[in-house]
Each structure stands twice: as structure tokens, then as C-alpha cells.
């Protein structure tokens, strides 16, 4: 691109060399060359524009591809991963075999991350198969998943009020997912992790919050862009994640017509997702 921009200027100035060399510069000489000038930003504006939009767009048609292919592999390392776990059960190998299990099922997480990213970059928006659900049962089970994921992270589940409804219950295990790892990676590892998840007439909110470093107004503003992370020091989450964790669960609750918000103030931080009850409204 610099190259582009430096090309461009290497032809305006031999363009004016030629024009003054051709003409004596007078008044109308100095605004034809304004206009020229003017003419030849203008292109190189949008030139740059364009290019720096293609270039993202491949780049997110080849992320897209990598990930779907790394996937496929990774698929076929669980299988064999989970077969040779039973083989092995309760034999010196099968804690070795236990551990490349979850750590395989943390790559597929971020390749997952890594796929819908891809979709929402190409405007394929993010899929989800909405289907009557009870998602007191489908938090339940996914905080037990992340107790055994995070063990090192005490949390804690709550309900009340009507919770079944319309969604898409894999999705909504990914942000109870992403919010649990998210609170564990930031958060005071004294303090409990605090998931809630209440019924109203028309939605359901589900909230996660915990204690920790207080995030500044600026940060908040930009906390759903991909590909960022908050700075504080902590160069273990710097390690093992994409920063892509919030702009997923943002996506997620747009593509069910509902919405994600996070307030955070005196060391405690609460990400709140609200889904509307019915198809109708997420639609």
C-alpha cells in the first residue's frame, strides 16, 4: 500500500514537472493544478480504501478456510483421542489421555471463534437454529462443563422465573462459555464467579458477574471489537486467547434479536445478555 501511495506521488510530480516545463504558471494555471491535485487524492484515497477492504476480505476468506480445515482434523484427534480414553480407562495413560482431551476441546473452542468471526467479516451473519429449549438446564450443564474446565475458578449458578423459550441452546452454551472464561481469566480468583439466570414475560437475562479490576469507560466502549483484549497485564490470557470471546457473545445475541451489555464499577464487573422469549422477536 505504501508502495501504491508513493507511485502515486511519483506521478504528480512528474505530471507538474511536465505541465510547468510545458506552461508558465499564472492564475489559471494554479487552479487547473489545484483541481489536479485534488483529482489525484481523490484516487488515491479510494484507491487505498479499496484495496485495504480486499485485503481484509481475503484475509477472512482464508482464515475462514484454515479454520474449517484445522477443524476437520481437529474432529478426527477427538475421536481418536476419546476412543483411546476408553481403552485406557483407568490405566497410568489415561490422565495424559484426559488432559489432550480438554486441551484438543479448547483448540476446537477457538477454531469455532475463529469460523464465526470469519462469517460476520463476510456479512454471512452468524447461524443459529432456534428450537424450543429450557435454558435453566442448558446454563446447568454448561457451568458444570466449565467447573471441570476451570477448577481452579469457583462458580456459582442461580435461576428463577420461567425459563423455557425459543433459542438456540448451543449458542447460548458458548456465552455462558465465553463469560465464565472471560470472568476466570480477569477476575479476583479469591472471589466466586456469579451466574444468574432470570425469567420475564417477554425475556431472559442471563448475567455474569464477578469481582475484579474495575474496566475504565474507554475500554468498555471498545470491549466487542474483535480482536481486542483488556489491557491489564496479564500476559497468560494474551497467550491463550483471540480476543474473540466478547465479539462472539455480542454477535450471538444479535443474531437472536437480543442484546449484551456490561457495567462496571468498585472492583465488580457484570456482563448481562437479555433474550427475547419468542422466534418472533429475535427475528
Not at 470491549?223 to 483484549?229: A, G, K, N, S
Not at 451489555?261 to 429475535?282: D, I, M
Request: net charge negative; with cysteine.
Amino acid at each position: 500500500m505504501q508502495q501504491l501511495v508513493a507511485e502515486y506521488r511519483t506521478v504528480r510530480a512528474s505530471v507538474l514537472r511536465l505541465w510547468f516545463d510545458a506552461e508558465p504558471p499564472g492564475r489559471e494555471a494554479v487552479d487547473d493544478i489545484s483541481c489536479f491535485n485534488d483529482a489525484i487524492d481523490q484516487a488515491v484515497a479510494e484507491s487505498v480504501d479499496f484495496l485495504s477492504k480486499e485485503v481484509d476480505r481475503w484475509r477472512n476468506v482464508f482464515l475462514g478456510v484454515l479454520g474449517q480445515d484445522l477443524r476437520g482434523l481437529l474432529n478426527a484427534i477427538l475421536m481418536m483421542s476419546h476412543l483411546i480414553s476408553k481403552l485406557g480407562d483407568g490405566t497410568p495413560v489415561s490422565a495424559p489421555i484426559a488432559r489432550l482431551s480438554r486441551n484438543g476441546e479448547r483448540m476446537k473452542e477457538l477454531l469455532d471463534d475463529l469460523l464465526d468471526y470469519s462469517r460476520t467479516s463476510l456479512d454471512l451473519g452468524l447461524p443459529v437454529s432456534l428450537a424450543p429449549c429450557n435454558l435453566a438446564a442448558v446454563c446447568q450443564e454448561e457451568v458444570e462443563v466449565q467447573r471441570a474446565a476451570l477448577p481452579g475458578c469457583r462458580i456459582e449458578y442461580t435461576t428463577d422465573g420461567a425459563t423455557q423459550g425459543t433459542w438456540d441452546a448451543s449458542r447460548v452454551r458458548q456465552i455462558v462459555s465465553n463469560l465464565d472464561t472471560n470472568a476466570a481469566r480477569y477476575g479476583n480468583p479469591a472471589s466466586p464467579v456469579e451466574v444468574k439466570l432470570r425469567g420475564g414475560e417477554a425475556e431472559v437475562r442471563l448475567s455474569v458477574e464477578n469481582e475484579g479490576p474495575t474496566i475504565q469507560p474507554e475500554a468498555i466502549e471498545t470491549l466487542f471489537e474483535p480482536l481486542r483484549q483488556v489491557a491489564d497485564g496479564n500476559a497468560k490470557a494474551e497467550r491463550t486467547s483471540m480476543g474473540l470471546g466478547l465479539f462472539i457473545v455480542r454477535q450471538v445475541a444479535q443474531a437472536h434479536g437480543g442484546t449484551v451489555s456490561v457495567e462496571s464499577a468498585n472492583g465488580r464487573t457484570v456482563f448481562t445478555f437479555v433474550l427475547p422469549r419468542t422466534p418472533r422477536q429475535a427475528a
